[in-house]
Each structure stands twice: as C-alpha cells, then as structure tokens.
Antibody, heavy 116, light 114 residues
Framework: EVQLVESGGGLVQPGGSLRLSCAASGFTFSSYEMNWVRQAPGKGLEWVSYISSSGSTIYYADSVKGRFTISRDNAKNSLYLQMNSLRAEDTAVYYC?????????WGQGTMVTVSS | DIVMTQSPDSLAVSLGERATINCKSSQSVLYSSNNKNYLAWYQQKPGQPPKLLIYWASTRESGVPDRFSGSGSGTDFTLTISSLQAEDVAVYYCQQYYSTLSYTFGQGTKLEIK
C-alpha cells in the first residue's frame, strides 16, 4: 500500500525548533518529488516547501523562507522539515504530499502547536 | 505568486442536484509546450487529509466517481458534481502547480446539503 506517515509534531514555545519526519512506503520514494503543506486550525491549505527527487532543487513559501529547511534521505525513504524560530502563526497540521501529476498521495498529518 | 480565487466560499445544494465550484487564477496555468493546464481539485472531509479528485484541469484521478468533472483552461476553471450525494459534503480546493516556486491553493469552498 502506498503510504506517507508524518511524525514529530507537538507543542513548542515561540522561538523554538521542531523537526518533522515523513516516512514513505509502498513506492520508490527516490523517484518522486515531495512537498510539505500545512493547514492552520479552521483554515485552508498552504503550500510550505518542495524538494526534487534527488534533493538538488528546493523551494519555500515566503512565509517560512530562512526559518524552515526541507531535506530527504532516499536511503531511508524519508522526508524531513526542520522548523526553527517558530511563531504562533506556524501552528497547523503539517502534511507531506507526493507530487506526480498533482499532489496525489497525502499523509494523515502531524499537529504543530506554537504557544507559551 | 499566482493567486487562486474560488467562488463561492460556501454552497448548499439539494441531494441529486448539480453543484458547481469556480476557480480563477491570477495568471494562466496553461503550459504551451504540452497544452496542459496545471490545475488540480481536491476534496477534504473533516479530520482527513485532502484527496486528489481532478488533475490537468479535467482528468479524473483513479477511483473518483464520474459524477465529478473538471473543465476550463487558462485562468478559469470549474469543478462540477453532477448529482450531489451525501458523502460529497466537504471542502473543495483548487490548486495550481504551474509555478514550481509556489504551488498555491484557492481559499476553499464548503459544500453542504440544502
């Protein structure tokens, strides 16, 4: 079964850091471009970051540029999001999503709450 | 960034009736080299991740019922549910994946039963 499973979310204070992980299974992870998308409570979807299949090309939304770092380990079938200098407005469910003809596979998401 | 604007923000339709959701992009998402519109539609039910319904503006994802259809080109797109079923109650999002610098979503349209 094709599957993405996020982990690493939790409660963190403003200014703190958190590292999210996304474990892929059921497909050849190294062949696919990947993304992180977030959704604040009761709000819409916001694309956060993109990484190419090899990891050589990376893009970020302006709202997280300079604070978040996307990476991947194709040997471990895993995608990561390192989040630093967290703000209250980063509170959201974070999803990883596979990009083929669109975002065709999504994980269940992991909740990140930034609060003192 | 390409801005995606959906209309309406919410919609109430009777069971068995047609539901139509519109999406407008601030610039064309039609890639001239392959004549494909880089526009997708997603369905999100409460407590669930989004589910891909339509890609290339009009191609139905595998397993999606044929009552869902997408149309449009360039900057104006439509998602149509031909005969609303109870299980179609959800929030629907359009998304452009033309600009690799930012894969923007519309604000969402909440679909309810009248």
């Amino acid at each position: 079964e094709v599957q993405l499973v996020e982990s690493g979310g939790g409660l963190v204070q403003p200014g703190g850091s958190l590292r999210l992980s996304c474990a892929a299974s059921g497909f050849t992870f190294s062949s696919y471009e990947m993304n992180w998308v977030r959704q604040a409570p009761g709000k819409g979807l916001e694309w956060v970051s993109y990484i190419s299949s090899s990891g050589s090309t990376i893009y970020y939304a302006d709202s997280v540029k300079g604070r978040f770092t996307i990476s991947r380990d194709n040997a471990k079938n895993s995608l990561y999001l390192q989040m630093n200098s967290l703000r209250a407005e980063d509170t959201a469910v974070y999803y990883c999503a596979r990009l083929t003809h669109a975002f065709d596979i999504w994980g269940q998401g992991t909740m990140v709450t930034v609060s003192s | 960034d390409i801005v995606m604007t959906q209309s309406p923000d919410s919609l109430a339709v009777s069971l068995g009736e047609r539901a139509t959701i519109n999406c407008k992009s601030s610039q064309s998402v039609l890639y001239s080299s392959n004549n494909k519109n880089y526009l997708a539609w997603y369905q999100q039910k409460p407590g669930q991740p989004p589910k891909l319904l339509i890609y290339w503006a009009s191609t139905r994802e595998s397993g999606v019922p044929d009552r869902f259809s997408g149309s449009g080109s360039g900057t104006d797109f439509t998602l149509t549910i031909s005969s609303l079923q109870a299980e179609d109650v959800a929030v629907y999002y359009c998304q452009q994946y033309y600009s690799t610098l930012s894969y923007t979503f519309g604000q969402g349209t909440k679909l309810e039963i009248k």
